[in-house]
C-alpha cells in the first residue's frame, strides 16, 4: 500500500505542538510531519519574561525535547530546518536544513502554518551600541540575553507595553537597576486606561523601577563605563546593557511567496483555512477573521477548532472575552482589551487597594475591563459578563 502525505506542521511553537495535540486525540493514523527552524524542543513561551529572577537558564525552561515530543505525539519532527517555499499547485514544499545547503522536497496532504512572529524593527536609534541592545521572542533569544547580563547592574528597557512592563517586574526583582522609556504617557497606554496605567506604574516605582514616559531613545552610545542613551527629553540615561520590548509582526512571508492571502497576518476565515484550500493557519502568523492576537489563549481555541477540520469535522474557531494576566507579580494587573475601533467608555474606580476599570457602550453592554491590585478578583465575574471577542 502507497505510504499517505502527511499533515505537515510548519512550526514547533505553541501553536504548532498544541493543533499536533489535539490532532492526534482524534486521529491516531495519520502521519504528522513537524517541521522546526529551531531545536524542536516544547517550552512555554511566556515564562520568557518571567523567570530571571527566578534564577532560570533557558535549558530548564525548555521542558520536553524535541525528540519526546516526537515520540508523544507519534510524529515526525524535523528540527533545525527551515521550509523555504510551497508549492500549492504540487502540493510540496522545500526544506533547507540549517547547517548546510541541503535541500529537499516534501509532499503533504494537508498544511499548517505555525510560523509565528518575529520583532517588530526598531525605530530610527542612532549610535555605535547596537551589539548591547536585545529582542526576546524565543528561548535562544533569552538565553543570549541572559548571558550577557552576567555582570551587568544597569538595564534600559526600551517599551513599556506588556512584554516591557513584565520584563522591568521581574529585572528589578532579579537585582537589576532599570529605566524604562516610551513615547507613551502611561505603561501599557494602548491597553489600560490612564488611571490603571499609573496604578501600575507606581507599583514598579516603588520597588526602584525608573519610567521615562512620553519620550523615545534617540541613541545608544558606548562609553567607557557602559552605555548611554539620550532622550528626545534632553535627558540621557546610564545603562550596561539595553532590552527593547517593541512588539511583533506576524512571519507571513512563506505564505506571501506561495501566493497566499496576506494582510497583516496570513489571511485565514473561521475554519483556519487560507485563500489556498489545503494550507491552513493559525497562531502569532495568523489574521483569524481580520483578527490579530499575539496571546496564547486564542491560538488554543483555534487549535482545538483546527483539530476537528482535519480530522473531518468542519469547526470555525470562535473567541470568548480573553482576559490577559499581565506577568506582573509587584501589582498584579488583568486586562480584557476592548476591540480596537470600538465606541464606548472606560467608567473607573481607582483606589489605594487597585484600579476596577470597565469599558461600556452606551447601551451599558460591558466590551471589555482593566484590573489592578486586589480588584483582579472581579476577573471572572467581568470576564462572564463581557461580550466575546468573536461569536
Ligand atoms: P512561535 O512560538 O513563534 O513559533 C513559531 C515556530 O515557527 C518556531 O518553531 C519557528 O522555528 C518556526 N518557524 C518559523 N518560520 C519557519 C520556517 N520558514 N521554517 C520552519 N520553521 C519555521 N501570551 C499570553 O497569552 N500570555 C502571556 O503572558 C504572554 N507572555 C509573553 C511573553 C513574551 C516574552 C513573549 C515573546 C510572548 C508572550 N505571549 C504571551 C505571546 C505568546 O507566547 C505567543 O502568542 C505564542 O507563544 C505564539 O506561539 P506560535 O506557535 O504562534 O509562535
Known amino acids: 500500500q502507497e505510504k499517505r502525505d502527511p499533515l505537515v506542521i510548519v512550526g514547533t511553537g ?18 504528522i510531519l513537524l517541521i522546526s527552524a529551531d531545536d524542536g524542543a516544547f517550552y512555554s513561551k511566556p515564562l520568557l519574561s518571567a523567570s530571571l529572577s527566578h534564577g532560570k537558564t533557558a ?19 524535523l528540527v533545525h ?6 508549492n500549492p499547485d504540487t502540493k510540496s514544499l522545500t526544506i533547507r536544513q540549517e547547517t548546510g545547503e541541503h535541500t529537499a522536497k516534501i509532499r503533504y496532504d494537508r498544511l499548517v502554518l505555525a510560523t509565528g512572529a518575529h520583532c517588530r524593527p526598531l525605530p530610527r536609534i542612532e549610535g555605535d551600541a547596537h551589539s548591547r541592545l536585545f529582542r526576546i521572542n524565543n528561548l ?24 516591557g512592563c513584565e520584563f522591568a517586574n521581574d529585572l528589578i526583582q532579579a537585582g537589576f537597576s532599570v ?5 507613551l504617557k502611561w505603561p501599557l497606554a494602548s491597553l489600560l486606561p490612564e488611571e490603571a496605567g499609573q496604578d501600575l506604574q507606581s507599583a514598579l516605582e516603588n520597588q526602584g523601577v525608573r ?10 552610545r558606548r562609553t567607557p563605563q557602559g552605555l548611554e542613551a539620550p532622550l528626545d527629553s534632553g535627558e540621557s540615561l546610564k545603562a550596561d546593557i539595553a532590552l527593547a520590548a517593541l512588539g511583533l509582526q506576524a512571519n507571513t512571508s512563506l505564505a506571501e511567496m506561495a501566493g497566499l492571502e496576506v494582510k497583516r497576518g496570513i489571511t485565514v476565515n473561521r475554519q483556519l483555512q487560507t485563500s489556498d484550500p489545503n494550507i491552513f493557519a493559525l497562531g502569532d502568523c495568523a489574521e483569524v477573521d481580520g483578527h490579530q492576537l499575539f496571546f496564547v489563549a486564542p491560538l488554543i481555541a483555534c487549535a482545538r477548532a483546527l483539530a476537528k477540520t482535519l480530522s473531518g469535522q ?8 480573553i482576559p490577559i494576566a499581565v506577568k506582573t507579580t509587584l501589582r498584579p494587573t488583568t486586562v ?17 487597594e487597585g484600579v476596577h476599570a470597565e469599558f461600556r457602550n452606551q447601551a451599558g453592554k460591558l466590551l471589555g475591563f482593566a484590573l489592578t491590585g486586589a480588584a483582579i478578583t472581579a476577573r471572572n465575574r467581568l470576564s462572564a459578563e463581557c461580550a466575546p471577542l468573536m461569536n
Not at 18 to 31: G, I, Q, V
Not at 179 to 183: A, F, G, T
Open 14 to 31: 505553541l501553536a504548532g505542538y498544541n493543533l499536533a495535540r489535539e490532532f492526534r486525540k482524534l486521529d491516531s493514523d495519520t502521519p
Open 140 to 163: 535562544g533569544d533569552y538565553h543570549r540575553f541572559r548571558t550577557a547580563l552576567v555582570g551587568q547592574k544597569q538595564v534600559l528597557l526600551i517599551g513599556a507595553g506588556l512584554i
Open 336 to 352: 480584557c482589551p476592548p476591540r480596537p475601533d470600538t465606541k464606548g467608555s472606560w467608567q473607573v474606580d481607582s483606589g489605594s
Open 314 to 321: 468542519p469547526t470555525s474557531v470562535r473567541y470568548a472575552a
Open 179 to 183: 529605566e524604562v522609556v516610551d513615547p
Open 211 to 220: 519610567f521615562h514616559c512620553g519620550c523615545s531613545v534617540l541613541a545608544i
Open 81 to 86: 530546518t527551515r521550509v523555504a517555499d510551497i
Open 59 to 77: 535549558q530548564e525552561l525548555s521542558q520536553t525535547s524535541a525528540e519526546e515530543m516526537a515520540r508523544g505525539l507519534d510524529a515526525e519532527i
